[in-house]
């Protein structure tokens, strides 16, 4: 396994290349490289010595602290897979993921939710996981495939359920090296970890900046006064911040009381980039866009690849390939919608113990994103929404999203959803349901209409029902009870 | 193999998302992505017509052109292995080439030496190239597993002749991936190529402008003038420029005819400087310093990794981990020196038809350089010269490269070379046969003296011969020679 190399092995050269290096922070704790490789080998030696082998999964329930890079690459010595579980769910909720994983150690925080799920052998944030890093021995590890899985985050419910995406060392190593690309990301960078760490936006981050020997700072959740104080301690680089979190920052050192001048990044408003060093970068240029998610290892394209092009995605990472695919496999041509597929080195290793899923999401050799997109004539790609379901109208296939998005982009349109209705003759035909604007007025005929003159006539409603208010499940329309209400049904494959 | 990504992948992405940016220009040939994409699937077609299967070599002889690159995509899209020889060398040279490699297709320019070897079917450069492209039909490829040999470029002759590294595609993106880190490319980068692309310095930028989806101008071989007109015809970003051909393009353009200043590159000298854009980018910043060699893909480590560490080789690839060993495959301590030895995305895959050199230079897992280095205490690496052969004396190992470089830094020193002598205690003393300079005088004693203070005791040397000049196998001192006049022998191993 000469060309090898996974999170452990990264950390492994790091100890030996940056020995003075500040590796993490975290509070009071402080750690070079080499004093983290020595606690990730310890911590890998105490959970061998639990039982953790090959393959297993060790969780965290809790919030950002550095014992959450340090028990990834543990289990990347060991060859486990980690799981940093979204601590916000509820009770109900991280008993799915508990005993979806069934786990061969927990590492928690106490909380009201913690206390309800917490099993015998769990070990306690603090001093109880001092103790077990303090049990481990200075030991060797034999080399670990870097194409085994060592990451489990959850993703969308599809189905129902959450799934766990499996990332392998290879992949989030080849991640962390397209941001470095993006990002233009130095020896000399220090990222906040002020958003959640079970979620890949702040995770690729974290890991880019183990990756070109940076300095990762945890603090436990997003909190304006104490990201401006950390900024200002520890010179950071970047931090996860964007939109309202940026203004709110901004406002918290509203009296200059913190110099933030360490910070590296985007653009957003005068008083913010008097604070701040703009940054030149790719990624700092395009305020951050692109198109990503999990099962791609965090981004699939970058605005910052896209040199002015059209589409709002940008331009593929450089270690993948993407292709708009239709139904059947074949590619759509340019200015047409069909599903972003995507082949490369950040791909996932496939949702764990969901073999079926699996299949699916990977037929003919491509990740299918379960997202819609369009090639523009630029090449720039074009996210239009989630594939969701699909609409047999005819020969033709209507996705709802598309659709949707055109009708939100009439004026009087405050949300809408599209279903498809049985039609003897058609298959399907297209139905739209709308909410309007309180103050605003349009009748079926306007909004035909106008999706009408944006999209293929094929696309176009043909019935349009008013509503007060679309029903949702998480983000997305409640496709079930809009067709039980609307007269929905006969959907393709279903 | 959702997770590969050939080069022929990564050509079949930018067609899709750089349909208007040129990829190719060689004199009056210029290529968009989807052009060069076009053809490199003719001429695959057309390749496998004529018998070229997976695994096959096929071989360039000539100058630089952008049939190179043709040919190596075109490679990648079949999973044969391009080779583009040393046009440089002798036929005889060339023969062995030939007879090494037995290629299942040639392309040639037309010389004396080409002349000399052609065979049937060897495809002249130009309008028989043309004429073979033209036959190639449109078809689909099978995927090709990237990790399956793409390049081979000859390297240094270990035991008297010259040895082909397979480079796969899966190294080569890595590499390229790793240069856009360090240069910070951009995908609006234009890169020369002036060097000869049948070395690797050359070739990995060439590749690493492939990858970020820039621009490639090939020209046959280095011309100062052709050097300043191409840069300001094609906005050229970057140059295989160093040192004297720095000076020598930077004279060229005395008059100030062309304008430079779209070249972003190292800074050199006050008119160089003043013609230029001078890069800020680590690789521009360090002058393009660190250690490689054409089986760790061009680069191990980078200067523009080191943030001013004492260790003139820098640090590390993020894509790669590196060790100084000992003979025994024991990791020496920091300070001490040992054989650079490396693991990672980058490497190569062994040489072509070298079975027990493949094991020799592979052993315990890690590529070892034949080079030999000393990790210093912040860490950075110091490369010394070539390992050669090993001295063991007593229990001590002593290399050669070490103690030569000691006695070449005295001020009276020319040239120095050192031999092992069989002893019946120790089994070999050192002995070093120095050459001084014209009008310089140093005794055994002062020598000895020298090499005392600044190294361990068991390396000085306890015989020093002077001669007039040493002599030279290539760079390198021609041991055997040296051996057989001064009485060494007993080497370990040997």
């Known amino acids: 396994m000469i060309h090898s190399l996974s999170l452990s092995d990264v950390l492994a050269d790091h100890a030996r290349s940056r020995p003075q290096v500040t590796a993490v922070v975290d509070g009071a704790v402080r750690l070079t490289y080499p004093e983290l490789d020595a606690r990730v080998t310890r911590l890998a030696a105490a959970l061998r010595a639990r039982g953790v082998a090959k393959g297993d999964r060790v969780l965290w329930l809790g919030q950002n602290a550095h014992a959450v890079l340090e028990l990834l690459l543990a289990c990347s010595r060991l060859g486990a897979v980690f799981c940093p579980a979204n601590w916000r769910q509820s009770a109900d909720e991280l008993r799915f993921v508990v005993d979806d994983l069934s786990p061969a150690a927990v590492a928690y925080e106490p909380s009201d939710v913690t206390q309800a799920l917490r099993q015998e052998g769990w070990v306690q944030a603090g001093e109880e996981y001092e103790s077990l890093v303090a049990t481990g021995q200075e030991q060797e590890f034999p080399q670990v495939d870097d ?59 974290c890991l880019a900046t183990l990756q070109i020997g940076g300095t ?97 995605a940008g331009r593929p990472s450089p270690l993948v390939q993407v292709r708009i695919l239709a139904p059947d496999g074949t590619e759509v041509p340019a200015g047409e919608t069909g599903e972003i597929c995507a082949r490369g080195k950040t791909l996932f290793s496939g949702y764990f113990a969901r073999p079926d899923l699996n299949a ?22 074009t996210f239009i929404g989630p594939r969701l379901r699909m609409i047999k109208s005819g020969a033709e296939n209507v996705y709802p999203a598309e659709v949707e998005r055109v009708l939100k982009s009439h004026p009087a349109v405050a949300d809408a959803a599209v279903i498809g209705v049985p039609d003897e003759t058609w298959h399907q035909t297209v139905k739209a349901i709308v909410a309007l604007k309180p103050a605003e007025k349009a009748s079926e005929a306007d909004l035909i209409d106008h999706v009408r003159t944006l999209l293929a006539a094929y696309k176009k409603p043909r019935h349009i029902t008013f509503v007060d208010s679309i029903p949702k499940r998480g983000f997305t329309p409640d496709y079930d009870a809009l067709d039980e209400a609307h007269g929905g049904g006969n959907y393709p494959g279903a």
Not at 360 to 381: A, F, M, Q
């Open 147 to 205: 194409a085994e899985p060592v990451l489990a985050l959850y993703t969308a419910a599809f189905d129902g359920r959450p799934n766990a995406a499996l990332l392998s060392s290879a992949a989030l190593v080849a991640h962390a090296t397209s941001l470095l690309v993006v990002r233009q990301m130095e020896p000399v960078f220090t990222f906040l970890n002020n958003g959640p760490l079970f979620h890949v936006g702040t995770m690729m981050f």
């Open 216 to 312: 990762n700072v945890f603090t436990p959740a997003f909190d304006p006064e104490e990201v401006c104080r950390l900024i200002d301690a520890e010179r950071v680089t970047q931090a996860f911040l964007f939109g309202g979190m940026i203004d709110a920052v901004a406002k918290a050192n509203e009296s200059g009381k913190y110099d933030l001048s360490s910070l590296r990044f985007v653009a957003h408003s005068a008083a913010w980039d008097g604070m701040i060093t703009v940054d030149d970068s790719p990624w700092c240029r395009s305020k951050m866009g692109g198109y990503g998610q999990t099962e791609v290892g965090g981004m699939l394209t970058f605005l910052g690849l896209a040199e002015g092009g059209a589409g709002f």
């Open 360 to 381: 699916e999401k990977s037929k003919n050799g491509w990740h299918h994103t379960g997202d819609l997109g369009r090639r523009e004539p630029d090449g720039t790609i």
